[in-house]
């Protein structure tokens, strides 16, 4: 038994148990209502600003940008436009693409040895596990911004309306009548999660380089995603209850609803204000990072610009030209060349 996953998910198990008991036995809604999400929400907010902040900060003495293909050089050879940008319009697409297409995942291998042959395989299905899942956990985000505004702007309806299907309900701003359509976004979270954490769990050489920090993350949002098909297909929540009290938060007038949500709701918002508070100070700042990374950000033009890290203090250099002149004579005695006799 692997005691790293170990650890996270038994801290995930204990969290629910947090908060489920602490509603249900306790009777602490105002706590894990209202208390914990605001605090959640500004450790978020304030830990992202310190990272970023630190990492505009960072010098960059060395001009890095990951490439792929040939530079920009002489005017017979055909460089590469994209993996190795010379231009910054040419940054802007090669970062929109590994932003919204994870090109440089798409071209991932592994290697394998087959037939006492070392071979590198194509890793698509991580490609396509990981542009589900975040692309699925951006649909789900968006949906649920319904919780948070009234009326619900044209725009969150029509992805709920594009990411469901076979619906059977009345929507209104406020309340759903009749059954729950089936949201594919959903699916495709859980779906996606388990198989990075499986995927995980299973190779050997990925299981060996994990930490308890990268697994937590991974069972945080599954139970999530678990908690929240739970309730919607499942269990019985008030949504109107639910929105009241998002409407009270965003409005800065916080109250608990008079009719009771149910212990699973208060699971699962505490589960998401636990991945908001720990996200800046885990790896899942990567989505913040990738932007002020100098293997992405910065073009492959060192051939034609020079790179000045503005960093960098002032220093006495000895030039070629004053060393010769301090040594000249005993350089000339050694019989070694000089530009000037």
């Not at 899942?133 to 985000?141: D, E, G, M, P, R």
């Not at 002020?292 to 790179?307: C, E, F, K």
């Not at 004053?322 to 019989?335: C, Q, S, V």
Request: hydrophobic share 50%.
């Amino acid at each position: 038994m692997n005691v790293k996953y170990m650890y996270s998910l038994l801290a995930v198990i204990v969290l629910f148990l947090l908060a489920y008991l602490g509603v249900e036995a306790a009777g602490l809604r105002m706590l894990f209502g209202i208390v914990i999400p605001y605090v959640a929400v500004g450790v978020f907010l304030l830990g992202v600003i310190y990272r970023v902040m630190g990492w505009a900060r960072s010098a960059v003495p060395f001009q890095i940008p990951s490439t792929c293909g040939q530079q920009k050089s002489l005017p017979w050879i055909k460089p590469n436009k994209i993996d190795n940008p010379f231009t910054p319009g040419a940054v802007v697409v090669r970062m929109f693409l590994e932003v919204c297409c994870f090109r440089s995942l798409f071209r991932n291998t592994r290697n394998a040895i087959k037939e006492g042959k070392l071979i590198f395989e194509w890793e698509i299905w991580l490609w396509v596990a990981a542009l589900a899942f975040h692309y699925a956990f951006l649909t789900v985000i968006i949906r649920h911004m319904r919780l948070f505004t009234n009326p619900v702007p044209v725009c969150i309806q029509m992805v709920e309306k594009l990411d469901s299907f076979f619906r059977f309900e009345i929507l209104t701003n406020t309340m759903q009548v009749g059954l729950p359509g089936f949201y594919l976004s959903g699916l495709i979270l859980l779906a996606a999660v388990t198989f990075l954490l499986l995927r995980r769990m299973m190779i050997p050489q990925v299981r060996y380089i994990s930490q308890a920090a990268d697994y937590f993350p991974l069972f945080l949002i599954f139970g999530i995603a678990f908690t929240g098909i739970l309730m919607r297909y499942f269990t019985k929540v008030d949504i109107v209850a639910a929105k009241e009290l998002a409407m009270g938060l965003v409005s800065f007038h916080p109250a608990i609803p008079a009719r009771a949500i149910g212990g699973v709701f208060y699971v699962h918002l505490f589960f998401v204000c636990t991945l908001l508070a720990y996200f800046p100070f885990s790896k899942l700042m990567h989505m913040g990072g990738i932007f002020l990374s100098p293997t992405r950000n910065l073009p492959g033009n060192s051939r034609a610009v020079r790179h000045v890290n503005p960093w960098n203090y002032p220093v006495e250099v000895h030039t070629y030209e004053e060393y010769e002149e301090e040594f000249r004579e005993k350089m000339i005695e050694a019989g070694l060349p000089v530009e000037k006799e």
